[in-house]
Structure formats: C-alpha cells, structure tokens
C-alpha cells in the first residue's frame, strides 16, 4: 500500500469520525458554553488582575472584599460547569436529530443531578444533605455529564422515533403531545439513574461521578497533559485542516473536555492559594494553550502573511495577502486556507503542521521553567489578537511568548513562501506572455 493511499484511508476515516452523532453533539454544546465561560473569565480577571498592586489597589478602593462578588460569578460558570454541558450537549445531541431538545436537555439535567452525590462533608466534619456539591457540579464531573447526555439523547430519540409512549389524539396541542411524548423515554431516563446510583451508593459506597472520575477522568486528562499530547492535538489540527476537513472541529470534540478539566483544576489551585509556577499539581496543556499557537487561526498563518509582505512579488500572493491582513488579526485565515490555498498546498504542509507544533513546546516549556505560569480558568474569546491574549491569559510573559512564537512561525514560513511566490511569478509570467 502506498503513501498516498494510507493517507487517504487516514482522511476517510478522519472524515466519518467527525460525522458521529457523539461527536458533533459535543463540538456544538461545548461551542453552547462559551457565553458561560468567556463571561466567567471576565470577571475572574477582573478579580485577579496579572497587574503588580492591583488587588491593595482595589482593595484600598472597595475594602478588604471587593472580589467576592465577581468570584460568585465564576461560582456560578465555571463551578457549575457540568450542569451546563449536559444540557447543551443534549439539547445539541436531540435537536441535530429534528426532535425536541429542551425537553430532553432537562431529563438530562435531572439525570445529571440524581446520580451525583447528595451530600457534602463540611470541614468541622458535619454532613450536609440535600445539596448539589459544586465539586462534582463543576469540572470533576465533565465526562459524566457527557454520559449522562449521550445516554439520554439515545433513549429520548429512540422512543420518540418509534413512537414508544403515549399516543395522543391528532387534536391536542402540540405542546401537550411533546411533554407527553418525554414520559416514556422520562421514566426509562430516571429508572437508569436510580439504578446507577444504587450500585454505586450500595456496591462500591461511591458516586458515579466519583467513579467516572476516578477511572475515566483522571486518566484522559494525564494523557492530555503531557508535551506529546499538546504536539499530537495541535499537529492534527493542521493536518486535517490542509486536506479539507475542519481539524479543531473533528479533534476539538474529544480533547475539549479534558483541556477545560485541566484549566479547571489549576483553577481550583489557585482558589486554593496555591500558586501554579512550579507546582507538581498544576496542569501545562489546558484549553488555553491553543491560543499560543493560533496566532492568526490554524496552522499560526499569521506568520505566513507576515513572510508574504516580506517577501511576495507575484500579484496574486500581495493582493491575496492584503485581502487576509485583517482577518488574521482576529485568527481568522479561511482567505489564506481557502483563496492561497493552503489545503492539499504541497508548499505550505510542511510549515503548517511545523509551526503550531513549535509553538506549543516553547510554550510548554515556557511554563515548566517557570517563566511563564500555567493557566487557570480565565479564558480569552478565540478572536482575541495575539500578544493581547497572551497578555490577558497570562500577564506580560504570555505576550512574551506570544511574540517570540509568532516571530519564528515567520522565519519557517519564509523560505517555503519564497518559493511558492516564484513559481506564482511564473505562472504570471506565462499569461502574461
């Protein structure tokens, strides 16, 4: 078997992973989260300025308290996390099937909450009950969440396909058939969980989150959280990108989860006041790493535009190029993925794939000398400018870092630019002629 046909067999089953159903629901209820992430990032920066003095600043201003109001906001984001993945990874999960999301998104919520652990040990020792702990509402409970969603959507969308329920008369409102629709899949979602929770509470003395966590969580997120992950993620980005399909999209899906877990935990570090350089706890490769290498969107094109002004004659590549300028600005490069291009660009693979892996080890490695600090759970919108996002994620040695990354994605491309740009030139040349 030749190169070319491991590759394309590659590509196809690439292709036909991102189309599970599991899948796409994933991507699009994560996408579903950003308002309830980007916004908690907010006030936690807010709240914990990378700014030398700013909290005797504010505290000077608002008294010894002024944070407690913007914490109770990232209280209620990313401590709920969970909560808000199941519905909108079932509600994405249902609605992509043409049925009623909402209603399932709420069995699921209510699933959700029957199976995680009812009570919380305070720390004089008491017990409190009838709670929702935050620490199994939040990023512990991600991956249960998302078995919860997957479970639920299958057997709402498998009794309301086969019309296993109650069957109304074609003249009662469409609302009412909906909600009389759900007590089938309804009873069987609950029956389910009751049924989890009693192994796990009977059995094992546990939660199901608890397990999850312990036997799924925790180890997905070792593998996450290593230089080899961090390369593996960022060099399928580009890869797939280049052979037309959507790299972040199909590989986002699965790694997602376990990067926003990352980011959570060291966030639940800091709260702690621990501090994160250093610290054999803290986790390196989380969800915000990507941006370190994006500089201009997939594959860090920004250097690329940057090669092109430095080096580009042929008219195509200088009026392409001034066209992408100020998209790339905000890490959007589909004019150069699409208009150069750069998908099944034998010019371009190379430094493509090359440069966000560059990128993300000086960035790895940036944190474990301890010039820059791991990241927690302040989070920048995907459009932020580079070296601006490196600045808000992680204080002036993120822009550092931000524009030393970008300045060598510009030497790498550069070469393979020059070359494509001669043989544009020639191309000209003989139509001109």
């Known amino acids: 078997m030749s190169k070319n046909e491991i590759f394309n067999k590659f590509l196809a089953v690439m292709n036909r992973f991102a189309q599970i159903k599991a899948i796409i629901a994933v991507k699009d209820g994560f996408i579903m989260t950003t308002p309830f ?68 998104a709420g069995l699921a919520l209510a699933a959700f909450v029957i199976i995680i652990p009812p009570e919380v040990v305070l720390e004089g020792g008491q017990v409190a009950g009838n709670v929702i702990p935050k620490n199994w509402a939040g990023s512990n409970g991600i991956i249960t969440a998302l078995l919860v969603a997957f479970a639920t959507s299958y057997i709402y969308c498998y009794c309301v396909k086969n019309h296993i329920g109650i069957k109304m008369p074609e003249s009662v409102p469409g609302g009412v058939v909906r909600a009389f629709e759900a007590l089938t899949p309804g009873f069987l979602v609950f029956l389910l969980a009751s049924i989890v929770w009693g192994i796990c509470h009977f059995a094992g003395n546990t939660s199901a989150p608890e397990l999850v966590f312990t036997v799924i969580q925790v180890p997905l997120q070792s593998l996450t959280d290593t230089l080899a992950g961090g390369i593996i993620i960022e ?170 990354t970008l300045a060598i994605s510009v030497l790498v491309y550069l070469p393979f630019t020059r070359r494509m740009d001669k043989e544009m030139q020639k191309e000209e040349a003989e139509q001109a002629a």
């Open 37 to 104: 992430t980007v916004c908690g990032s907010l006030f936690l920066l807010v709240a914990c300025l990378p700014v030398p003095g700013w909290n005797e600043f504010m505290a000077g201003i608002f008294g010894e308290n002024w944070a407690a109001p913007l914490f109770a906001v990232c209280g209620g984001t990313f401590s709920i996390l969970a909560l808000i993945v199941v519905v909108c990874v079932t509600y994405k999960y249902v609605a992509n099937e043409g049925l009623d999301g909402m209603t399932a």
């Open 235 to 404: 060099g399928l980005h580009s890869l797939l990108f280049w052979a037309g399909i959507h790299g972040p999209n199909v590989v986002n899906g699965v790694v997602t989860p376990m990067l926003l877990a990352n980011a959570l935990d060291n966030q639940a570090l800091l709260d702690a006041g621990q501090t994160l350089i250093g610290n054999p706890n803290a986790k390196l490769i989380t969800a915000q790493v990507d941006m370190f290498a994006k500089a201009g969107g997939c594959g860090m094109t920004m250097g690329l535009v940057i090669a092109a002004y430095l080096t580009a004659k042929s008219e195509q590549l200088r009026s392409l190029n001034k066209m992408a300028t100020v998209p790339s600005l905000f890490n959007i490069n589909e004019p150069i993925i699409f208009g150069l291009p750069i998908v099944f660009n034998g010019y371009m693979l190379i430094p493509f794939i090359l440069v966000p892996i560059i990128a993300v080890t000086i960035t790895y490695f940036a944190m474990v000398i301890g010039f820059m600090s791991p990241m927690g759970a302040v989070q920048v919108p995907w459009t932020a400018p580079p070296i601006i996002a490196g600045l808000l994620l992680a204080g002036w040695q993120g822009a550092v870092v931000q524009i030393i």
